[in-house]
C-alpha cells in the first residue's frame, strides 16, 4: 500500500488512459479553434465573492461545494467551480469589451466541486469550455451549440442527446416564476423542497424523484410562457440547428445549476454515462457582465466534461489517442550506434515524426518487445557492423519485412514508408 493516494474523488489519468484524455481534449479545443475561438488562461482561484454573485448564492454549487478557504494574508478565495464567471472577470478587467465584438474564447483545465463522488462525478472535475459575448444573435447559440457537437463528432462519438430549452429574460421570467411559486403553494411539498421553491422554484422541477414528477406533471413550463421577444429568439435558434441537421429535443423541464442562465440553455446527454449523464451543457447568461459591475453585454458559452466525455467514448468502444506513443522506435545496439541513433531520432523529429528510442543498453530481443508495445509501426535497428556500412536496418512491425537503408536516406525513407503505411 502506497503512503499516500491521491484525494477522495480525484481523478489520475495516467498512461494509457492519459493519451485518450489528452486526445479527447485535444479533439474538442480543436473544435474551438476552427471555429475561431481564441484561447485564455485564467487562475484557478478566484475572490470568492465572484462565484457567489457571478454563479448565485442559491445554488448548490456555491453554497454546497466551493472549495473557500482564507490565504495567508486573510482574504477569502476559492478554487474555481466553473469557468464563465472568471472569464467574465477577464473580459471586464482588461477591457476586451470595448474591441471588437462578439469576443469568442476557449479555456480548458481543471474545477473544483465538492460533491460527492461516484461514477463519472468528481472533486477535480476537467472541462473543456467555449464563451461568446457581445450579441444576443441567435446564431451565436446555434455556432457555440455546433462547436460542442462538432467535438463529440470528432471524437466518433454518435449515441449523445442534445436537449435545448429557454428559460426567458428579465421581460418574462418573473411572472412565470410567480406562476410557478403560487402552481407549487398547491402542492404538498416537503420542507426540504418547499425551501427550494421559495429560493429558486424552477428547481424544483428537476425533481427525480417520481411521486414528485406526477405532482409535478401539471406544472406550468417556461417554454409555454416566454415573451414575443424570448420566443422568436429561440425560434431562431432551432431553425439554424434545423439547418445544421443538429438533432435536438425540446426539453422544457431542463434545469442548469448555475443561477445567471436567460434564455437558450442546452445540455448533452449520453446515455451511457448512467446517473452522471451530462456531458456538457450551457446558454445565455444575457445579464451577467452587467451583474459583475460591467456593461450590459450578452453571451453564450457551454462547458464540455473531458473526463465524462472519455466516458461516453469509452461506453461507446472508441478508443481515443489509441495511436501509440511513437511511429517509429530505435534500437541501438552499442554506445556508438546509440549516438548515431540519437542523431537519427533529432532529425527524424525535426521532419515531424514521432521517434522512440531504447534506453539503458538493452539487447535485441528484449529491445524489439519494447518497440511492439510503443505502437511504433517501424523500428530502426543500428548495430556495429550496419554503422560502419552507414546503413540501418528498417523493419516494418506489421509485415515483419525488413531492409537496409544508407543512414543519409533515413529520414526520406521513413516519412515515404509511415505515408504510404495506415495507421493500425
Ligand atoms: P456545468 O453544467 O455545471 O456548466 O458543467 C459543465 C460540464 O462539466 C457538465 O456537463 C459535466 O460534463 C462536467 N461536470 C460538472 N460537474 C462535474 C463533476 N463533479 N464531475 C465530472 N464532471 C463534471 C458549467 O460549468 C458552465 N460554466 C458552462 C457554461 C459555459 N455555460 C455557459 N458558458
Known sequence: MADFT?????????????WA???????????ADRAGYAPIELP??????????????????VSKEMYTFADRGGRSVTLRPEGTAGVMRAVIEHGLDRGGLPIKLVYAGPFFRYERPQAGRYRQLQQVGIEAIGFDDPALDAEVIAVAHEGFRSIGLTGYRLDVTSLGDGACRPAYRELLQAFLAGVPLDEETRRRAELNPLRVLDDKRPQMQELLSRAPLMLEHLCQDCRAHFDAVLRLLDALAIPYTRNPRMVRGLDYYTRTTFEFVHPGLGAQSGMGGGGRYDGLMAELGGQSLSGIGFGIGVDRTMLAAQAEGLTPGSTGRCDVYGIPLGAAAMQALMVLAGELRAAG??????????????????ASVSGARFALILGERDLQESCVIVKDLGTQQQRAVPLEAAVQTLRQDLAASSPP
Open 6 to 18: 491521491a484525494p477522495k474523488g480525484v481523478p489520475d489519468y495516467v498512461p494509457p488512459s492519459s
Open 21 to 31: 484524455f489528452a486526445a479527447v481534449r485535444g479533439k474538442l479545443l480543436a473544435a
Open 353 to 370: 515524426v514521432r521517434v522512440d528510442l531504447s534506453y539503458g543498453g538493452r539487447a535485441l530481443k528484449g529491445a524489439m518487445k519494447a
Open 44 to 61: 484557478v482561484f478566484e475572490d470568492t465573492a465572484l462565484f457567489a454573485r457571478g454563479v448565485g448564492e442559491s445554488t448548490d454549487v
